[in-house]
């Protein structure tokens, strides 16, 4: 079964450090890799989208990267600021025949002062 | 321009009731999608619609139907609502549908209904 699984579950980190926050997929054949960033009480945003054969993206102070061979994505926040709290989910879309978007439960990050 | 909208923003029902949710996007895109949300799980889809004129299940259509209205709105109606229902509902919409092969379309969401059983 194609899954898609973020480690850690949650994490605390002092503003203006750094965190990296990772995702391993089952899903093979994959077409695109997604992060998601969700404030609480809010809808998903975009952050990157990676092609099969782009290996990192950047968005600002987020860069994701990934590694097709191992099927892992990290995404990692520099200089974290107390608005990248929140939850951020990866979501793997599979290529071929009826395709959806197959998303992980995400990390929820705490960024404290 | 206000992107992916959704009503109501709270809902509270009793077992056996019916509602339908709202969504409406103003950005002229042909795909709109149904998902819920639930705590400690990703987001699963219930029901997209890849044009106008089409809609097809997700992943948990059960105790769903759609109808997608015009190309603008697209809107999510449970007949009879069982506490199970009780969950986040999100719509979204993008460009094309997200499915197809090597499609890297942006998918935007919508605030969410915050629905409840009892």
């Known amino acids: 079964k194609n899954q898609v699984e973020q480690s850690p579950q949650s994490l605390i980190i002092l503003e203006g450090k750094n965190c990296t926050l990772q995702c391993n997929y089952t899903v093979s054949p994959f077409s695109n890799l997604r992060w998601y960033k969700q404030d609480t009480g809010r809808g998903p945003v975009s952050l990157t989208i990676?092609?099969?054969?782009?290996n990192t993206k950047s968005n600002g102070r987020y860069t994701a990267t990934l590694d097709a061979d191992t099927k892992q994505s990290s995404l990692h926040i520099t200089a974290s600021q107390l608005s990248d709290s929140a939850s951020y989910i990866c979501?793997?879309?599979?290529?071929?025949?009826?395709?959806?978007?197959?998303f992980g439960a995400g990390t929820r990050l705490a960024v404290h002062p | 321009n206000a992107g992916v909208t959704q009503t109501p923003k709270f809902q509270v029902l009793k077992t056996g009731q019916s509602m339908t949710l709202q969504c409406a996007q103003d950005?002229?895109?042909?795909?709109m999608y149904w998902y819920r949300q639930d705590p400690g799980m990703g987001l699963r889809l219930i029901y997209y619609s890849a044009s106008e004129g089409t809609t097809d299940k997700g992943e948990v259509p059960n105790g769903y139907n759609v109808s997608r209205l015009n190309k603008r709105e697209f809107s999510l109606r449970l007949e009879s609502a069982a506490p199970s229902q009780t969950s986040v509902y999100f719509c979204?919409?993008?460009?094309?549908?997200?499915?197809?092969?090597?499609?890297?379309?942006?998918?935007?969401f919508g605030p969410g209904t915050r629905l409840t059983v009892t």
């Open positions: 979501v793997v879309s599979p290529s071929g025949g009826y395709n959806k978007l197959i």
């Open positions: 990676m092609t099969f054969s782009e």
């Open positions: 950005m002229n895109h042909n795909s």
């Open positions: 979204a919409s993008s460009e094309s549908w997200v499915g197809s092969f090597q499609s890297s379309y942006e998918q935007y």
